[in-house]
């Protein structure tokens, strides 16, 4: 079973970085597609990044191209995302998941803003900035 496993989240000011990590546990990390969700209190769940399995290619939201930075680490079987230029609206908690499916991170689903049921969650990391 695929279990994944975040951390880095904290209280930051506007304008400020975080890194935020993702401990995969799986055999095959390089077979995987992983994204990166967050839900703000009474929104809707939205994805933000996913790196894609096959050859690495990332995908962003429109809201977070040129802050943040999705990238991985094969001999830790971890996915990073780093945030910089922190705004209060960034604040929620934040969800890293992964997909064997290769169309889980791709040009496709980054059109349609990331809507892919992924099958294996962590279970959050708070970030919370302070304006």
């Known amino acids: 079973e695929v279990q994944l496993v975040e951390s880095g989240g904290g209280l930051v000011q506007a304008g400020g970085s975080l890194r935020l990590s993702c401990a995969v546990s799986v055999f095959t990390f390089e077979d995987y597609a992983i994204g990166w969700f967050r839900q703000a209190p009474g929104k809707e769940r939205e994805g933000v990044s996913c790196?894609?399995?096959?050859?690495?290619?990332?995908y962003y939201t429109d809201s977070v191209k040129g802050r943040f930075t999705i990238s991985r680490d094969f001999a830790k079987n971890t996915v990073y995302l780093d945030l910089k230029s922190l705004k209060p609206e960034d604040s929620a908690v934040y969800y890293c998941?992964?997909?064997?499916?290769?169309?889980?991170?791709?040009?496709?689903?980054?059109?349609?803003?990331?809507?892919?049921?992924?099958?294996?969650w962590g279970q959050g990391t708070q970030v919370a900035v302070s304006s």
């Open positions: 998941a992964a997909d064997p499916r290769s169309e889980a991170c791709s040009d496709y689903v980054a059109s349609l803003g990331f809507i892919y049921v992924y099958d294996y």
């Open positions: 790196i894609s399995g096959k050859d690495g290619s990332t």
